[in-house]
């Protein structure tokens, strides 16, 4: 396979699926994907709907023995179902690399963070001496706005507080110079005013650096914020994308709709009601058959319980797998689909 040099993610088909219970679960189900050089997408839906699997699938990070993984991903021109383990480490880090959503424990407790962010650049450029990985971390530390860097440098994790532990996160992920920067949920955790800190300064550094940055989130409003692109997943499938100019202005599908109407703004009257989304998200290891939004969707009909929603372009940007989009074809268009 070929991909196109403006692309720097490419998924194609990707299934993931845990084995360790009593039943499998389908976490990813079919998803296709593709990411410009330079773009920043969010992954955006409820908790359990499959992005954090999608994101560290494009590391290899899950339990081998426990895990069925298919489809295609490349990154920066390198396919990485293909890797062997020592290809896998060699590219983890270098092409791309990941922001947790917990440093504290993503970060090894037993070392300094300096000593950490050492040992890295010089894994993967043993030509750089102890002396000058210690001044990269330091310009690190600077760069993602850590106050006092000399001495941040020789303190462990747990002495840091949490939106300095992210800020370290940050520099450690960036620290080999990779092409692509995975963000999994990085201001969760933080209070509201560090989670805007955060997300500026990612959006900084990505314009800074030229990086490729998908950041998972279940907060629209973040993804708002910092992304050019959205996609949004429910039960381990891609139900819309689009520019978050476009998407956010006209949403297609129910989900997205419903996750847009739920979210607190400053037009919102106070007293008001936020809007919920009813029922619970599905079972992965007993999806239903459709549309597995369905159940809980307002305009569910028969056919949406036993047909899965074809892929529909709204426009050149905009992709959305639902019956009842106004761009859907109808029954008759469907028929003489080929």
């Keep these: 396979m070929s991909t196109h040099h403006d692309i720097a993610v490419d998924i194609r088909d990707l299934q993931v699926t845990f084995t360790g219970g009593r039943q499998p679960v389908r976490a990813v189900n079919g998803v296709d994907l593709q990411v410009r050089r330079g773009?920043?997408?969010?992954?955006?839906?409820?908790?359990?709907?499959g992005k954090s699997v999608t994101l560290r699938s494009l590391l290899r990070l899950h339990p081998p023995k426990q895990t069925q993984m298919s489809g295609q991903i490349w990154v920066g021109g390198e396919d990485v179902m293909a890797m062997s383990p020592h290809q896998l480490a060699d590219h983890?880090?270098?092409?791309?690399?990941?922001?947790?959503?917990?440093?504290?424990?993503a970060l090894d407790p037993v070392y300094a963070i300096g000593a950490q962010i050492v040992e890295s650049i010089r894994r993967h450029e043993p030509t750089v001496t102890a002396q000058q990985a210690q001044q990269r971390a330091l310009e690190l530390f600077e760069r993602v706005r850590i106050p006092s860097p000399e001495r941040r440098?020789?303190?462990?994790?747990?002495?840091?507080?949490?939106?300095?532990r992210q800020r370290a996160m940050i520099a450690l992920a960036l620290a080999c110079r990779p092409q692509v920067l995975l963000?999994?949920?990085?201001?969760?955790?933080?209070?509201?005013t560090v989670q805007i800190q955060i997300l500026l300064l990612l959006r900084e550094l990505q314009r800074d650096l030229g990086l490729t940055v998908i950041f998972v989130?279940?907060?629209?409003?973040?993804?708002?914020?910092?992304?050019?692109?959205?996609?949004?997943?429910?039960?381990?499938?891609?139900?819309?994308?689009?520019?978050?100019?476009?998407?956010?202005r006209s949403p297609q599908h129910p989900y997205t709709r419903a996750l847009l109407a739920s979210r607190a703004h400053g037009a919102l009257a106070r007293g008001t009601r936020l809007a919920t989304i009813a029922g619970s998200p599905p079972d992965l290891s007993a999806l239903p058959p459709g549309c597995s939004f369905a159940p809980r969707c307002t305009l569910a009909t028969e056919d949406c319980l036993h047909s899965s929603p074809e892929a529909i372009r709204c426009s050149e940007t905009h992709v959305v797998r639902c019956l009842h989009t106004a761009h859907a074809p109808t029954p008759a268009q469907?028929?003489?689909?080929?």
């Design 39 to 49: 773009e920043v997408l969010a992954l955006l839906g409820e908790s359990g709907s």
């Design 217 to 248: 989130t279940h907060d629209i409003g973040a993804a708002i914020e910092v992304a050019d692109r959205i996609a949004v997943m429910y039960a381990g499938r891609l139900v819309e994308e689009g520019l978050t100019r476009e998407l956010i």
């Design 92 to 105: 983890r880090g270098r092409v791309t690399s990941m922001i947790f959503q917990e440093p504290l424990l």
């Design 334 to 338: 469907s028929a003489r689909l080929p």
């Design 153 to 164: 440098l020789a303190a462990y994790p747990h002495e840091m507080s949490g939106g300095m």
């Design 183 to 192: 963000a999994d949920e990085p201001t969760t955790a933080l209070d509201a």
